[in-house]
């Protein structure tokens, strides 16, 4: 404690505040005694007419023989002023460790916030050099494993926008890169000579490098790269707290990284086994007219068990292969045994005018791979003779082909047989049919005729109202009575939920058709 008149002469001091300030003696002045920023609060405190209210201002800190003190005032009589000094260094220590630990933990939330908010691997290493630059060093690289001898990197000086580039290098030619590429524990910062640092590594617009950390960044299960950070000359160099922040930041982005990686692969599989699953894009096939839609069950799917396929013939004058089924079930594990169907329906292509013996084979190889679903399925061979279109149409299980005549009539082929994949023995009947100009033969999966919706949300669509809808179709384009049909059915169905639709028409053409856009595109002539 000390006392000070409002001359600013000491008037008293204890033993303690004594051991503090030696030479605070009675009738000493405060200029002598005291630091600044205590001299100027008790000039304020003892001045006249002040009022007592002042008193219950917060205390001040300032720093006294290297220590940091808190100094609470007490106005006495006769504008004396008595301070009371409280060591202050422990406390402010645990706050500035506590501030620091939010600030760190807010980073690191931010940053696995941000890390995990995109999937794609160039993305997360852009910010991992951004996110690094702008809260841990000058500049920051991202270092990712090799393609080819080729190391993928991402360099971020701190306010500016991150840079992606390749180089040549072999990592082991830089200390603690290629271990920490493996994977291994970071060296200490101290161990790393940024005079021995790689052009590469350093960026022209950082200037000198006084610091360098390398760090893994570890993935799942194989290393996802390495994280370089870059202080420059003049600048504190990174102390053991800032490399444990530095790896603990490390470990989050290379889990970003290396689910990204991962994501990207699959993604890459999916998207092969995909165009091998979905349904082929039809067209006019050796003067015969194709064309199909597919819907699949869940709208976030692109694939599920109907599906369609048209084979081309391999001689000309031959019947072209149309096929069409339905899994039972729905999704992708109904989408993988559709996948066996068709190669298997394009391995017996070589027995295609015989369908009989193409369902009892597929049959056979369905029920020996144990599957324990079902199909529905029809086959079609389409031929044009002239300018008709001659089809044999075997049905097993599947609802009938539609035939749309010239005149608007609708009729059911006649063909009937049993389940894909259900008993040992297939039996089927096959159905010849001969469209003339302008006809179709629409074929159909169960999922548009038991369609539930319409006005009162719980009615099928039903095979009146498809034949019905079909009448309105003669002598359309195959293509325009597929769109019609999916139309339709979407209308019925509203936002409701439903199994997976497809439709595939075969169409004999017009003779002597010229399609044309506006007159001014040219027109496909169709004999």
Known sequence: ???????GAVVRCNDAARLLLPAALPGTPLTDVVPAWLRAAHATLSSPGRRPAQDAAEPLRGHIAGRQFEAHPSTQSEGRVAWWLVDDTDHQLV????????????????????????????????VTALLAAENLADAALVVAPDHGHRLPLVTCLRGSDPVQSTVKVNPDDVPGLGEAMRGFPPVPSRWIDPSTAPGWMLPQELGAVGSIVITPLPGQGVPAGALILLRKTGTAAFSDEEEILARVFAARAGAAMSAARLYAEQTAITDVLMRELMPPVLHQISGVDFAGRYRPSGDHERIGGDFYDVHPAAVEGEASLVSLGDVCGKGLEAA????????????????????????????????????????????????????????????SGHPCPLIIRADGTVEEADTHGTLIGAIPDVSATTA????????????????????????????????????????????????????????????WLGARPHDDMAVVVIAAPHTHHLSAVDGHTRGRFTA
Do not use: W
Request: glycine letters at 8%.
């Open 336 to 395: 993988v045994l559709t996948g066996k169907i068709r190669n298997t329906l394009h391995a017996l292509l070589p027995l295609a005018d015989d369908h009989q013996r193409m369902l009892g084979l597929l049959n056979t190889a369905l029920l020996s791979s144990h599957h324990t679903r079902f199909a529905t399925l029809i086959l079609a061979s389409a031929v044009r003779r002239g300018n008709r279109v001659d089809l044999d149409l075997t049905s």
């Open 95 to 126: 706050r500035d460790a506590l501030r620091m630990e939010r600030q760190r933990t807010a980073f690191l939330a931010k940053a696995s916030s941000t890390l995990l908010a995109s999937l794609n691997l160039g993305r997360c290493m852009d």
């Open 432 to 491: 010849a049919v001969s469209l003339a100009p302008g006809e179709s033969c629409v074929l159909y999966t169960d999922g548009i005729t038991e369609a539930k919706g319409g006005p009162m949300g719980g009615d099928m669509f039903g095979e009146k109202r498809l034949k019905r809808a079909l009448s309105e179709c003669a002598g359309m384009p195959a293509e325009g009575i597929a769109e019609h049909v999916q139309m339709l059915a979407a209308q």
């Open 1 to 7: 404690m000390l006392v000070a008149d409002s001359h």
